[in-house]
Structure formats: C-alpha cells, structure tokens
C-alpha cells in the first residue's frame, strides 16, 4: 500500500499506471513523473508520525514510491547533516553558509540515495538483472544494491572514470566494462543491450524512480531546517536529477501544507566550463540543452554531456528563480583546499564548482549576503585521489633534520 496513483510524462503528459516496469515515455521518450495523492496524504500522513521512526532517509515512506516494504534493499541511508560553516562563511562575507554532508551515505556518494531506490523498486517487480551507464558513482552504488539484493549487475563507465569508482563495482562483483567514450556512449550501449541481455535499464531519469530516492534530500532538508526553506541551494549538476527531486519534493511538500512558508529556494544549478550543456542552454533561454562537445572534467560526477533531463532541470531553476553558471574547471583543486583547510570538510570536486558559482553571484547581486545559502556535497572527497596534485616536502631519515625547512 501506498500513495502513489499514477506515472506520468514530464513532457507530454501520457499517463501511465503505477504498477508496471517503466522506463522513458513510450511516446516522446522523455521521463516519468511518479504522481502521488497528496490529498490522502495530506490527511493520512501528518507530521508528527515522524516522531521517533529512525533517522534514515525511510522515515518519509508514505511520501516514496514503495508498494511492499519488504522488499526494500537498504544499506542504511542515513540522515545526512548540515553543516554549518564559519572560517569558510566569513571568508565569503556571508551569515550563513551550510553544507549538507551526502558523503556519509553508502558507497560515499548520494547516488544510494536514486540506488537504494531503484533497487528496490526492480526488487519489488522481480527483476534479476540491471545495467546502467555512469560517471563514477552511479555505477558504484548500483554495483553495491545489487549485490545486497543478488541482482546480476552490469556497468558501463568511460575508461578514465576515477580508478576507485572502478574497484568498487570490480569488488562488488558487478560485470564492469570500460568504454573509450563518454557517458552517453555508456547509455547507448545499455540501452541496446536490453533486448539482446534482457536487462533493467536503471539510467539516470531513464528509470523512474531514482528521481524519487534523490527527492529524500529535499525532505529531509526541510526538516531539517524546520520546515523553513534555505534562501539558495547550490547544486553540482550532471544529470540533474537531486535538483529536479528536491524541486519535486518542495512542491509536494506544500501541498500537504508542511512548509511555514511559501518561499522557495532559489536553486542553483553549477556546472564545470569543461562540461557546461545546462549553463549553456540557460544562458541562450533554452528549455532543452543540445550535447555539450569534448566534455572534459575531473569532476566526474558532473561530466554528462547530454542529459535526458535538460528541460525538467532548467525548468525548475527558472521557476525558482535561481541561475545556471559554470566555473573555471582549473579552480575546483582551489575550492576543495580552501573547504578542507578553513572547515576540515573534505568537498567533492563536483562541489566545488559550487563555491565557484558562489563568488559569482555574490558578485552579481543574485544572491546576498544575508541569505542562509546551502551547498550539497555531493560525494566524498576520497573517492578522487586524481583531482589534486599536491606538492609534499619529504624527509630523508639517513640524514639529519633540517628544522629550519620545517
Ligand atoms: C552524480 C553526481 C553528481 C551529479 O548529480 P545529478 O543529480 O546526476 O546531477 C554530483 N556529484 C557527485 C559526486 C555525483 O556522483
């Protein structure tokens, strides 16, 4: 039992029903919506029967796509927390600047947010085998609900993906192929692969539910925040789908009357100059982002060229009254020491466009010192041994020290 009542195309609107295995619109190929009661929700699901359910992002299960709990392959997604930053804060001249933490979750990326949920949700369908295209960690969490769950897993990553994004899925024992492209080669290739392996699509925003794991940020930072929603949410965007989730997640959370008030976040959707499609489209006033030629990032997370997406990400931004902008890929090592050195917070390097995009709309007037700003740290540093070239003194113990150096 649940609320869901229906699918339906982000694009044209066809209807379909909730309890089948979907992937694009069969009519415009383009995404699927998953629709709720909100209603019935707003009478069955009040907020006080958060009292006391864990601190998990399944504490907001009426609001999610599951028919039979059981059938739930979890590994803990918990609660992540916000940090409130004040070196870092002070640095940019503002009050309030926080960080949401997504890299305590498993597989140190929020990707198990979307996994955990598209897992289960193939879980509940029966299916046995799934595939999927990726940066880096989408393959890695997919690997590690798949095996949790022992599904057949089969990932398709290009070859300089991060060498930890590829161990994972080896450890995992996920059938992981290396592909002399970029990701919307990865996906032509799984989505040829259907017919003749017989697998699930699980694409980011091919498969519909992902979308509603990754809307879990949006509820939680709401509570989080006391049901009084930050000014700015700033964002490192790839196939966008955190954003469109917690722009989804706003809305809902309004209709059943949760939130204090109406006023939204300005979202913020920050990209790399080395892969700019959504900046691009946004700065021309497109609705849909053409391919982004020679995408080149060590933010890996965020090197999609081409995202099926496009127009529900831009779409949310406009409505919200946030930007899309790209930074200087050659600043993301800045951003991730200047992070780590003032806060001891270790930040993605797909996060760091986001500090990036801050200075410049400081900048510009579009966000203002007062606002309670928030970024997502998307993944954990860690996970990118590749994105920082640090010099290190070294030290020669057949010889004596030298102090003075030191
Ligand atoms: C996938 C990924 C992103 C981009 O997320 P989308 O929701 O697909 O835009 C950002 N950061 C990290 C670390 C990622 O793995």
Request: charged fraction near 25%.
């Amino acid at each position: 039992m649940n609320f869901v009542t229906h699918l339906e195309c982000a694009n044209c609107g066809k209807r379909y029903e909730a309890n089948l295995v979907h992937n694009l619109c069969t009519a415009c190929q383009r995404p699927l919506w998953v629709k709720y009661d909100l209603e019935a929700l707003k009478t069955k699901f009040p907020k006080k029967a958060l009292l006391g359910r864990p601190s998990t992002m399944w504490r907001y299960l009426e609001m999610l796509p599951i028919q039979d709990p059981d059938k739930i392959v979890s590994l803990t997604e918990t609660t992540t927390p916000i940090l409130q930053t004040k070196r870092l804060a002070a640095s940019f001249g503002l009050d309030n600047l926080f960080v949401k933490d997504e890299s305590r979750l498993p597989t140190g990326s929020f990707k198990s947010r979307g996994m955990t949920m598209a897992i289960s949700k193939a879980n509940e369908f029966g299916i046995k085998k799934v595939a999927v295209p990726t940066a880096g960690n989408a393959g890695g969490a997919m690997a590690a609900y798949a095996a949790r769950a022992g599904m057949e897993a089969y990932v398709f990553m290009p070859e300089d993906t991060p060498a930890i994004n590829k161990k994972e899925c080896y450890l995992a024992g996920a059938k992981t192929f290396l592909v002399n492209g970029l990701i919307t080669d990865c996906g032509r290739i799984v989505g040829e692969g259907k017919q003749i392996k017989n697998w699930f699509d699980v694409s980011t925003l091919k498969e519909p539910y992902r979308i509603e794991g990754k809307k879990t940020m949006g509820l939680e930072l709401a509570e989080q925040f006391d049901w009084e929603l930050p000014d700015v949410i700033l964002y490192p965007t790839g196939g966008g789908t955190g954003l469109i989730g917690m722009w989804k997640a706003f809305a809902e959370l309004e209709a059943m009357g949760w939130l204090k008030t109406s006023k939204k976040p300005k979202m913020i959707s920050c990209q790399s100059e080395g892969c700019a499609p959504i900046s691009t489209a946004f700065e021309k006033g497109e609705r849909f982002a053409p391919k982004f030629e020679n995408a080149s990032t060590i933010a890996s997370g965020i090197r999609v060229p081409a995202a099926v997406g496009d127009f529900m990400i831009l779409d949310a931004v406009r409505q919200s009254g946030g930007v899309a902008l790209a930074t200087p890929e050659a600043d993301i090592p800045k951003w991730m020491q200047l992070a780590a050195s003032m806060e001891g917070i270790a930040l993605c390097p797909e996060t760091a466009v986001c500090l990036g995009a801050l200075e410049v709309l400081l900048k510009r007037g579009t966000i203002k010192n007062t606002d309670r700003i928030l970024i997502f740290n998307t993944g954990a540093s860690q996970k990118y041994p590749e994105a920082v070239n640090e010099q290190l003194s070294r030290i020669d113990i057949k010889k004596p020290i030298d102090w003075a150096q030191i």
